[in-house]
Structures are given as structure tokens and as C-alpha cells.
């Protein structure tokens, strides 16, 4: 009786195991985003704003994110995290043109009538 009760307790946490190796983990956008800027600054990002919840599974994940660039526009980055880590981003075109700068002194833009 006591190997039965052993083999059905082993069984149960294998299944468990199983189960919760298959459930994704779900990362906090906020958290991935601040480690992506690190990353994304020598392109002139100033700040990225990722999805809430990002879950990653075994296969890695997809999740998009929001570049603010140093000019102002901002641009939407789709990104997939492989399974050893790496990021593979793919930006698409800026969704809003960049502020208007001031012209500089001197400048005959500048300069009224």
C-alpha cells in the first residue's frame, strides 16, 4: 500500500511540474521596457513604454512597444524574445512627425518683417 501511495504522490507533483512548466510567465511591461532603454538609448530614445503584461513561454514572447525619440516623434516597435534571450526588434515607420524646432539665432527664418 505505502509504494502505491508513493508512486501516486510522484506522479501527482510530476504532473503538477509539467503544468506549471507549460504556464507562461507574465513579466511586467514596465520592467522589460526600463531594461530596452538601456539598450535603445544610442539610437536616441529617450523613453519606451512596452505592454502592461508580457507573457513569456517557452518558445520566448511578443510584445510591442512605444519609442519616444529625442526629436519628439514617436515610433511602435514590435519585439520577440527567443528562447536564449536575445531581443529581435522590428521598428515600423514613425506615427507622428517630430516637434517643430526654434530656429537658431542668426537664422533668417527667424527673423520678423
Known amino acids: 500500500m505505502r509504494t502505491l501511495a508513493a508512486l501516486v504522490f510522484i506522479a501527482g507533483v510530476a504532473g503538477l511540474a509539467v503544468a506549471l512548466m507549460r504556464t507562461p510567465t507574465v513579466a511586467d511591461g514596465r520592467t522589460v521596457a526600463a531594461g530596452l532603454l538601456e539598450d535603445v538609448r544610442k539610437d536616441g530614445v ?6 502592461p503584461h508580457i507573457p513569456i513561454g517557452i ?20 519585439y520577440a524574445l527567443k528562447p536564449d534571450g536575445q531581443y529581435e526588434a522590428k521598428p515600423h515607420a514613425p506615427t507622428r512627425d517630430p516637434r517643430p524646432q526654434k530656429p537658431r539665432g542668426g537664422d533668417p527664418r527667424g527673423r520678423g518683417p
Open 59 to 78: 518558445g520566448g514572447a511578443q510584445f510591442t512597444c512605444i519609442a519616444t525619440m529625442v526629436d519628439g516623434a514617436t515610433q511602435v516597435v514590435d
Open 46 to 51: 529617450v523613453s519606451l513604454e512596452c505592454d
